[in-house]
């Protein structure tokens, strides 16, 4: 049986274990590393704003709820108004007065009504209040997922320059960092 191509096993291991004296690897590294601890951050509050944002939504939808039930109360009250404005009608029609009650409720139920009214309005107002809070949380998570892609994709080109050794790739993958890490940084302060 031939013997196969012998390899230099000792010296192998030593360049293994030989720290990098190559100052564009150990750059790429650094700057890999930063775009890595941005693109955390990032999305740590990508996630945090989206949730903020179910949850308003859900409070809204809650709101939206019981502003329903609140109409539905106030037009069972108008059905039973009308059902005593009949009554009345029909005392009248018998030409006599009707029993002071009836009048009496007629008048309650649209008190009742107008308070109704105004308690289903306030719902209706929370809800609209909860939906525009979570619709401007979900644009700005929209623009932190933005960064965050932009992050990563400049970390994935960071890998590829470390690999190819190529600086223009590097190049690249800092101008998409620094775009993403911007994006980032005005999210934040917006």
């Given at each position: 049986?031939?013997?196969?191509?012998?390899?230099?096993?000792?010296?192998?291991?030593e360049t293994i274990h030989e720290p990098p004296t190559d100052s564009l690897l150990r750059n790429i590294a650094l700057t890999t590393a930063l775009l890595a601890a941005f693109g955390a951050v990032a999305s740590l509050h990508a996630g945090g704003t989206v949730n903020e944002a179910l949850v308003l939504k859900t409070e809204a939808g809650r709101l939206q709820a019981e502003a329903s039930d609140q109409w539905t109360y106030y037009q069972a009250k108008g059905i039973k108004a009308s059902v005593q404005e009949a009554s009345r009608a029909t005392w009248i029609a018998a030409g006599k007065a009707a029993p002071a009650y009836v009048d009496e409720s007629i008048q309650r139920y649209a008190v009742e009504q107008k308070d109704i009214e105004h308690v289903a309005r306030e719902k209706e107002r929370e809800r609209d209040d909860k939906s525009e809070q979570a619709d401007r949380l979900l644009a700005r998570h929209h623009r932190f997922a933005n960064s965050v892609a932009l992050l990563q994709v400049g970390i994935a080109l960071g890998a590829v320059a470390a690999l190819t050794r190529q600086r223009a790739i590097w190049l690249g993958s800092g101008i998409l960092g620094l775009l993403g890490a911007a994006m980032f940084g005005l999210t934040l302060i917006r």
């Open positions: 049986m031939p013997e196969g191509t012998e390899i230099d096993i000792e010296r192998l291991q």
